[in-house]
């Protein structure tokens, strides 16, 4: 039942702070379909404006910038894959955690669980963004290619990439998504759990896509509901910064201005975390239900037995 799924996700963001701090490294990394979709987006318009295609196949820029070049490559690629360990990390252990929530394990347990199924998602993880920013590369080349043919064509070219290009991120994410928690929770090995995921996406794509909107209409509410906590709190140091700035303590309104900075930083980070946690129990008590029925204490009813998605 989709109204309990998102109950049992709820509740198990709500009444298990500890799982924020898996659910704040998760984040970091392209792990969840709402970050897919905003990164499409903003790719499309960068394709549009053509300003990153062409500073990426702009080779005269490449040769001019040299040594220089090279090195902050290395660099922002080594801090990209150093990211995506700590986010495979909290993926795992937040897997981990979900599922075993009011069926026993403790912070620890969590922990080396993290290690346990690390190399095959983490490869999984660095494949599945190769792919995607390959995906991009290869299109935005062949754009590029199509506008100075015919540049009467882009257009079309450019909602034609566009969507084939969601479609194979569609696939990716959810393979990628399905397949860590076949190896987490089922133990399999990476092939097998690739089959099976495959095979749980085919059966079960128009169940993911109806999730997955849920999550982003969950999404778009949650992020309104901060924006309005986020203005009740800047009301408040406000009046006192304007206060403060009449009698003219200037040291005191910057600093009321650095505590309210911080605050909201903290409270979204929170929010996040939150979020991110509840995303995630989503879709293991979907993945769960679908391959195999409730097996949780958490969740008491089987999601084909009461009704279809």
């Known amino acids: 039942m989709l109204k309990q799924i998102f109950k049992n996700s709820w509740q198990t963001a709500a009444y298990n702070p500890l799982f924020w701090i898996f659910g704040f490294f998760a984040t970091i990394f392209l792990g969840n379909e709402m970050t897919i979709l905003i990164n499409q987006a903003n790719s499309t318009l960068n394709l549009v404006n053509n300003v990153y295609i062409k500073n990426l196949f702009s080779f005269k820029e490449g040769l001019a910038g040299g040594a220089n070049h090279v090195f902050i490559g290395v660099l922002m690629y080594s801090i990209l894959i150093i990211l995506i360990a700590i986010s495979t990390f909290a993926q795992i252990s937040l897997i981990s955690s979900i599922n075993k929530k009011g069926g026993g394990g403790s912070f620890k347990n969590y922990l080396q669980d993290g290690l346990s199924c690390f190399w095959p998602i983490f490869l999984l993880n660095v494949i599945g963004l190769l792919i995607i920013n390959l ?12 506008t100075s043919v015919n540049s009467k064509l882009f257009t079309l070219f450019v909602f034609l990439g566009t969507l ?3 479609l194979i991120n569609f696939i990716i994410i959810f393979l ?25 996406l085919g059966k079960n794509w128009k169940d993911c896509l109806l999730i997955m909107a849920c999550i982003l209409g969950f999404s778009f509410v949650f992020g309104l ?19 403060a700035y009449y009698f003219g303590w200037g040291t005191f309104f910057y600093g009321l201005l650095m505590v309210n900075f911080c605050l909201i930083m903290l ?8 979020f991110t946690v509840f995303q995630y129990s989503a879709w293991v008590y979907f993945f769960k239900n679908k391959n195999k029925g409730c097996q949780t204490p958490c969740c008491h009813r089987s999601f084909d037995n009461k009704t279809n998605l």
């Open 164 to 166: 084939i290009s969601f």
């Open 135 to 146: 995906i991009f590369v290869v299109m935005g080349s062949f754009l590029i290619h199509i």
């Open 267 to 274: 409270m979204l980070l929170v929010a996040i975390s939150f």
């Open 176 to 200: 990628t998504k399905f397949a860590s928690f076949q190896l987490v929770l089922e133990k399999d090995r990476l092939i097998l759990s690739l089959k099976k995921s495959l095979i749980f």
């Open 225 to 243: 509901f901060f924006l309005f906590i986020s203005m009740g709190t800047i009301l408040p140091f406000s009046i006192l910064g304007v206060v």
